[in-house]
Nanobody, 122 residues
Framework: QLVESGGGLVQAGGSLRLSCAASGRTFSTYGMGWFRQAPGKERELVAA????????YYVDSVKGRFTISRDNARNTVYLQMNSLKPEDTAVYSCAAAVGFVVRTTIRSYEHWGQGTLVTVSS
């Protein structure tokens, strides 16, 4: 089970940190990802991280602004979002993919959280 938190309303240029807490004993064996879906748009992968946290992936639109990290001792993955823009407004969901590597395709992810809404006002 994956449970996200940390979403909310923020002004453009502001920051938010999303957290995703996982239950179970095998968290460290999963690659993790953060996805977002804006109204009327397809779900997209924003960032992904491998099991140990030393390999990451970012979609071009968030490079240099967002940082994904994980704490396997706490079974938690984070998404630090800085310099937020109105176009970052979306429901953000974390997901887990079996295997130790970074996964960049949505079909690789088997377990999903319920999502948390991020709204960036201009």
């Amino acid at each position: 089970q994956l449970v996200e938190s940390g979403g909310g309303l923020v002004q453009a240029g502001g920051s938010l940190r999303l957290s995703c807490a996982a239950s179970g004993r095998t968290f460290s064996t999963y690659g993790m990802g953060w996805f977002r879906q804006a109204p009327g748009k397809e779900r997209e992968l924003v960032a992904a991280i491998n099991w140990s946290g030393d390999i990451t992936y970012y979609v071009d639109s968030v490079k240099g602004r967002f940082t994904i990290s994980r704490d396997n001792a706490r079974n938690t993955v984070y998404l630090q979002m800085n310099s937020l823009k109105p176009e970052d407004t979306a429901v953000y969901s974390c997901a887990a993919a079996v295997g130790f590597v970074v996964r960049t395709t949505i079909r690789s992810y088997e377990h999903w959280g319920q999502g948390t809404l991020v709204t960036v006002s201009s």
